[in-house]
């Protein structure tokens, strides 16, 4: 028992190499590059978002071609760059320019409680990228794991929380957008998006100690 415990459990020791690596390509290549055209080549901001997007849109295109997946990492950012050249394209007002950033957000909120409806919730996924990375044994045990009830409890949940923090950033940053001064409004919409992003990420990590801590109390009772 205590060792189909330690088999099913999903959160092994993070794919740091993997992940590092696909967020120096995907999102640090990116920003870096939107960066240098802005103020170096004076491009203007939809053409920087624009050329930037090539970047993640090749590494979908050669994680696809090598292991048949995509990197979930460069999907989300690209994501992120479209919705942003999509509300330039809305206008300038000040409402839109204070929740531009938090498009992306609440749709991925809303993306994360439409696949509670699924036979896998979104996190299942963006767990097992960063769990697992390209090792073959850890994918086939990590998607063994979801046989445990336990372990579909625990992706559910976590792809909840996130749902409710992206989704309530952004209808936050939209209530400030209409309630505050737009300077005001602006700077504070982008404090409210790091410390949501910040705060959910530290209580995954926290609660997925939990969850190890608990299965591993449970396999020492066996």
Known sequence: MSKTLTENNSFSKLSLKDLFISLLLNVGLPLLIVFWLEKSAHTTEIVALSIASVVPILSS????????????????????????????????????????????????????????????????????????????AKLALFNAGWNNPYTRFVHRLITSVWGAALLGEFLLRLLISYTLAATVAYGLGSTILIVTIAVTFAWTFAYIRRVRSKIEATRDRQ
Not at 102 to 109: Q, V
Not at 113 to 129: A, D, E, K, N, T
Not at 130 to 135: E, H, Q, S, V, W
């Open 61 to 136: 295109l050669v994680e696809l071609a090598r292991n048949r997946r995509l990197d979930l990492i460069a999907i989300f950012f690209l994501l992120g760059l479209l919705s942003s050249i999509a509300a330039i394209f809305l206008g300038g007002s000040p409402q839109l320019l204070v929740i531009r950033e938090s498009f992306f957000t609440g749709t991925l909120g809303l993306a994360c409680f439409v696949s509670l409806l699924l036979p896998r919730p979104l996190m299942f996924y963006v767990g097992r990228q960063m769990l697992c990375g390209n090792d073959t």
